[in-house]
């Protein structure tokens, strides 16, 4: 969020008269009818003479945002490390961000639950832009538990998630068309990183002994992973954490872990670790000791300033975590 304003009377007042005016926003955004939107669009800005104050919902956007906007733009992210983007809830503050950023980017397809209506109604006073939106459908995988919608967690396989780039720089282009060859480069550039990853991935995973490639984590935020690098993906929750784990899914996942001898299971840093080691204490029960095999980052990166900070760093970390644990 954004952070270090001054506590001033003054300032306190004009911080109240934005709340003021971002609440109204909120209210009114929400008010709209399904049947109709507010057709107003947004007023052009000029950016030549400042950088663009852009604010992502994950990191995992944020990052893209970065990577390709550089210095030209600079990225608040709502959600920090540890944040589970399907039960967070916007709170004044974020309302307020919204308000203040010049344009707004999220990742779609549900991720963010209950932020999304707030964040597609406000695109009228400002863009709004889902990096997923132009995604190929074809190349997305089915939601199993919400009907007609679309596992969100594209992230998880590289050459997938590469796609993005291109709307983050159109979208950058056309707010800031003199900055456009910059845009441009760095979109070049940051592609190539994550080419140069995707294959980095695949070597790793090939590297895990074909029968232990199974991959067991708290919820289903890893299906894109398996498809794209060839392993078999078992979540104790389904692709979105408001899904209840019952003890029949414990006792389920747990049969599988000790019939096919699976020696690790993952946590995640977004997902409490309980419903993981209740599942490790089931299988215990069963005879079977079954390790925790670190922890892997699916909804949200690490801290900033660490390599899993980053996106690359992120999806190294898991890789080697779960190759070093299965191999």
């Given at each position: 969020?954004?952070?270090?304003r001054v506590?001033?009377?003054a300032a306190s007042?004009?911080?109240t ?7 109204a926003?909120?209210v009114l955004s ?9 057709t107003?669009?947004?007023?052009a800005?000029d950016?030549?003479?400042r950088t663009?104050r ?6 995992m956007v944020?990052d893209?945002?970065r990577?390709v906007g550089?210095?030209?733009?600079t ?6 490390p ?11 503050s974020?309302?307020l961000d919204i308000?203040e950023a010049?344009?707004v980017f999220y ?12 964040l597609?109604?406000?695109s ?11 995604t ?18 594209v992230w998880?396989?590289?050459?997938l998630?590469?796609?993005?780039v ?5 979208a950058?282009?056309?707010?800031d ?10 979109a ?5 990183e994550?080419?140069a990853l995707?294959e980095?991935v ?22 894109y992973?398996g ?7 078992r979540?104790?929750q ?8 019952g003890?029949?899914?414990v ?6 872990l000790v019939e ?9 840093s977004?997902?409490?670790r309980?419903?993981i080691?209740?599942?490790?204490a089931?299988a ?17 990166m690490?801290?900033?300033g660490t390599?899993?900070g980053?996106?690359?760093g ?7 975590t779960?190759?070093?644990a299965?191999r």
């Amino acid at each position: 969020m954004l952070v270090g304003r001054v506590s001033t009377p003054a300032a306190s007042l004009s911080r109240t008269r934005s709340l003021t005016s971002a609440l109204a926003l909120l209210v009114l955004s929400l008010a709209v009818s399904s049947c109709g939107r507010v057709t107003s669009a947004y007023s052009a800005q000029d950016f030549s003479g400042r950088t663009i104050r852009a604010l992502a919902t994950v990191g995992m956007v944020g990052d893209v945002v970065r990577n390709v906007g550089g210095e030209r733009v600079t990225v608040e992210t709502l959600m920090g490390p540890g944040v589970d983007p399907h039960l967070y809830k916007p709170s004044e503050s974020d309302v307020l961000d919204i308000a203040e950023a010049d344009a707004v980017f999220y990742a779609g397809l549900h991720l963010e639950g209950r932020m999304t209506e707030v964040l597609e109604r406000t695109s009228d006073t400002r863009p709004v832009v889902a990096v997923t939106e132009d995604t190929d459908h074809s190349r997305l995988l089915r939601s199993a538990a919400f009907e007609g919608s679309y596992d969100p967690h594209v992230w998880m396989d590289v050459s997938l998630w590469a796609t993005t780039v291109d709307r983050v720089e159109r979208a950058l282009i056309e707010m800031d068309p003199g900055s456009a060859a910059v845009y441009r480069a760095r979109a070049t550039a940051y592609r190539q990183e994550l080419a140069a990853l995707h294959e980095y991935v695949r070597r790793q995973v090939a590297t895990i002994p074909p029968r232990s490639r199974v991959l067991v984590t708290a919820h289903d935020a890893f299906s894109y992973y398996g498809r794209a690098y060839g392993m078999e993906v078992r979540g104790l929750q389904g692709i979105s954490t408001e899904t209840e784990a019952g003890v029949g899914d414990v006792q389920q996942l747990a049969s599988m872990l000790v019939e096919r001898r699976i020696k690790a299971v993952f946590i995640e840093s977004s997902v409490p670790r309980r419903n993981i080691e209740a599942v490790q204490a089931a299988a215990r029960a069963r005879g079977q000791e079954v390790a925790i095999g670190g922890e892997l980052f699916s909804d949200a990166m690490g801290k900033a300033g660490t390599p899993e900070g980053t996106y690359i760093g992120m999806i190294r970390h898991n890789t080697d975590t779960i190759v070093r644990a299965l191999r």
